[in-house]
């Protein structure tokens, strides 16, 4: 296939992740908490685990400075903390009971930056190299699923009927088809090779300040471990696609 076919299919996937939410509906609390951990302990050993395995080895590469990926790395991982910080809001990736129908407009907000700007990066990385796009979009679809499962279960908790959640959840998921046509469509006129340290900066944002401490502190030493070992399978799982995915 062609990167833009490559780069459209993997924009609407994505955003069809946004239909797992529906899941939660059929699931117990107790349940739905039991393997929404786990996910998260594995989705943010994947993101790290893209980042430094595949994303960061190739923005040398393909840039081959130094002190310019590091810098765009960094951006990418300041950019994630600004919109965070300036939209008051976390990724929820537990259903609570406390929130309330401002958090939930705040989500479908945030989802819909977040979304965007990943679809910007993961263009990116599929314009870089195929291989490198497909490992990319893999470890955040990772991300993904928990995170629809919990913000699913917000939008309910804040008063929003089950049709509507699940249909803003998606609308919010389609920005991020939206960013990769974009970046496809600027690659034309500018370099966009920056977009891969960028989105990498994004992966490690996201797993290690959004994801770890949501599976940390737990008083079960047992949870602890099966946490632990989700995440190190997320890790091991992003090296061995190294050996598959050589980029």
Not at 54 to 63: K, Y
Not at 204 to 209: R, T
Not at 219 to 241: E, I
Request: net charge negative.
């Amino acid at each position: 296939m062609t990167e833009f076919l490559w780069i459209l299919m993997s924009g609407v996937m994505m955003s069809m992740i946004a239909l797992v939410g529906a899941v939660t509906l059929a699931l117990k609390e107790s349940t739905l908490q039991k393997i929404l951990l786990p996910l998260v302990a594995l989705s943010a050993g994947s993101l790290i685990g893209g980042a430094f395995f595949h994303m960061i080895p190739a923005s040398f590469e393909a840039i081959d400075d130094l002190v310019h990926v590091n810098l765009l790395v960094v951006a990418g991982f300041s950019a994630f903390l600004l919109l965070e910080q300036l939209l008051h809001w976390h990724h929820c990736h537990r259903a609570r009971a406390d929130c309330r129908q401002p958090l939930t407009y705040l989500i479908l907000i945030g989802d819909g930056l977040h979304n965007f700007l990943g679809g910007m990066a993961i263009a990116g990385t599929f314009l870089i190299d195929i291989r490198l796009g497909i490992v990319s979009w893999l470890a955040a679809a990772a991300h993904e699923v928990p995170q629809e499962l919990g913000d699913f279960g917000v939008l309910i908790h804040g008063g929003w009927s089950k049709r509507n959640a699940l249909l803003l959840n998606v609308l919010s998921a389609l920005t991020f088809l939206a960013g990769s046509l974009i970046a496809y469509a600027a690659s034309f006129a500018i370099d966009v090779t920056w977009l891969v340290p960028f989105a990498a900066g994004n992966f490690l944002y996201i797993g290690a300040s959004d994801l770890v401490p949501e599976i940390k502190g737990h008083a079960s030493v047992g949870m602890s471990l099966v946490h632990f070992a989700a995440f190190a399978a997320g890790l091991a799982l992003l090296f061995v696609a190294r050996t598959v995915f050589v980029v």
